[in-house]
């Protein structure tokens, strides 16, 4: 049965890509990338890459190292490929047709698209392109993007894209490829994050997250700007800025919980950003406790960044397993809160007659939170508070993030003390969204905090529920 799990409370990652120009071993090389952005999807995972014209794919559900074997390595021959992670968002299940990268055939041959982010006019656009008698594979979004672009009448690959995404809303961090070059695009918004690399002499890379930079030996150029289309061919690099103009929003949740620690975005380190928002947690709100602990693993800098400015011991007091997998035989006897004790555990040893502050990236729904709140007392801990790295998560995305809707929400409808009784803490606090802004870097530099304020940067919220009630009903 599905393992119900601390991970189903939180928000889910995004999507990652990655992609290697004009390398021996391209294809290998996009393995190890996707191995390195596992954590920003683990539904399923797809290379593809290109020989003499001709497009390899491998493409399976489950984690990087599950999906590809040796052997399927050994087909993806050729100097240029491209991958992707996935967490399904507009696309609903990962069956096989909905895997990427996506590969269609055209009258100009075949290309291949890996898209992370969501359009929010994806079904109002689907409708309008099924009229004109476009048959769609999958039920995810990038295949509006393949569609608009093979209807394009320009003739370079580049300007098709261009005319694709010049008629859709959303955002995206996009690769597309083709048997001469790959291409690498951002949302004029700038709402997903892509970098680009290089490795050896004449080799390039592009990715989500620098990280996966880090493990091929591959030496980090620059951020893809928003709004930046830019196309790797075997005559070097040509970058242009097709779309009107936007104010940067991007997503600020890649701070606190999406990237890996170890990645590098706008000049941030994600680690030292998340160091930063548990002491300014800290200094908002000061808790009179014995030890600070981490629900892992997310809240683990946080966390240590409020223990550093409370002067608080910091304790590794819930131990997470981290070799459980996505399903699980249940006892006939019911053990309460399995799904979470499975994963996480209290070592009683430390929570003893403790007051306790467990620092936690989000609440979501809270059902986790109360879970571990409960098991954290019964543990022995006299008081048990709670300290978020986030603020309260008032609002669904709509632009890449699986959110549940609105009315799942805990924070959209209780208040503080409503939602500490719930979790049955002690005390609740979280960040506020000011002090947030001043542990990342500031509110000048641009960021999308929907989920926490409602201000969507694209298309009214009333247009947005709208979108995430119909999102390809009765497709799945």
């Given amino acids: 049965m599905p393992l119900i799990s601390v ?41 593809v890459s290109v020989e003499e014209r001709i497009l390899h794919t491998s493409r399976g559900r489950g ?7 040796e052997s399927d390595l050994a087909r993806l021959k050729g100097r240029q ?3 992707h992670v996935r967490y399904s968002t507009s696309g609903g299940s990962c069956s096989a047709r909905n895997q990427q990268p996506l590969v269609v055939d055209t009258y100009q041959g075949g290309i291949a698209v890996a898209h992370n982010g969501n359009l929010v006019d994806g079904v109002e656009q689907r409708k309008a392109l099924e009229k004109r008698g476009s048959i769609f594979q ?21 300007d098709r894209l261009v005319d694709a995404l010049s008629q859709v809303q959303g955002a995206y961090a996009l690769l597309a490829m083709d048997a001469q070059c790959i291409i690498g695009v951002r949302d004029p918004y700038g709402m997903r994050p892509l970098v680009l690399g290089r490795i050896g002499e004449d080799g390039w890379v592009l990715s989500s997250e620098t ?9 980090f150029v620059r951020n893809i700007d928003p709004g930046e289309m830019l196309v790797i061919s075997s005559e070097g690099l040509r970058t242009f800025s097709p779309f009107p103009p936007k104010k940067r929003h991007f997503c600020i949740f890649e701070y606190i919980y999406f990237a890996r620690p170890d990645s590098t975005m706008d000049g941030v380190n994600i680690y030292e950003s998340r160091k930063r928002i548990g002491a300014c947690l800290a200094k908002e709100n000061p808790v009179d406790a014995d ?10 800098p946080s966390a240590l960044g409020y223990a550093q400015e409370m002067g608080l011991p910091f304790e590794l007091g819930i131990i997470r397993n981290h070799y459980v997998g996505r399903t699980f035989i249940e006892p006939q006897q019911q053990i309460r809160h399995f799904g979470v004790k499975i994963k996480l555990n209290a070592n009683r040893e430390l929570f003893r007659g403790k007051r306790v502050v467990l620092v936690d ?5 809270g059902t986790t939170s109360k879970k571990i709140v409960n098991m954290v007392r019964a543990a022995g801990a006299r008081e048990v508070h709670m300290c978020v790295s986030s603020p309260p998560t008032t609002h669904p995305c709509y632009y890449g993030i699986d959110t549940p809707i609105r009315s799942e929400l805990l924070a959209a409808s209780q208040s503080l003390e409503e939602m500490r009784r719930f979790i049955a803490a002690d005390s609740l606090a979280f960040i506020s969204l000011e002090g947030l802004y001043r542990a990342v870097g500031g509110q000048g530099r641009g960021y999308c905090d929907a989920c926490f304020s409602g201000n969507y940067p694209i298309q009214s919220p009333e247009s947005l529920q709208n979108l995430q009630l119909t999102l390809l009903d009765g497709l799945e």
């Fill in 7 to 47: 991970d189903d409370d939180h928000l889910k990652e995004e999507c990652g890509v990655f992609g290697v120009f004009n390398h021996p071993e391209a294809a290998n090389l996009v393995y190890l990338g996707l191995y390195a952005l596992q954590h920003r999807g683990q539904e399923s995972a797809g290379i």
């Fill in 63 to 69: 984690l990087v190292a599950d999906v590809f074997k």
């Fill in 81 to 83: 490929a491209i991958g």
């Fill in 138 to 158: 999958s039920t995810m979004d990038t295949e509006v993007i393949v569609h608009l672009a093979a209807l394009s009448r320009r003739e370079e690959f580049s």
């Fill in 211 to 219: 990280c996966a930079l880090d493990l091929i030996e591959a030496e």
């Fill in 291 to 300: 030890l600070v602990v981490p629900v892992p693993d997310s809240g683990v």
């Fill in 361 to 365: 990236d989000s609440i979501v729904r």
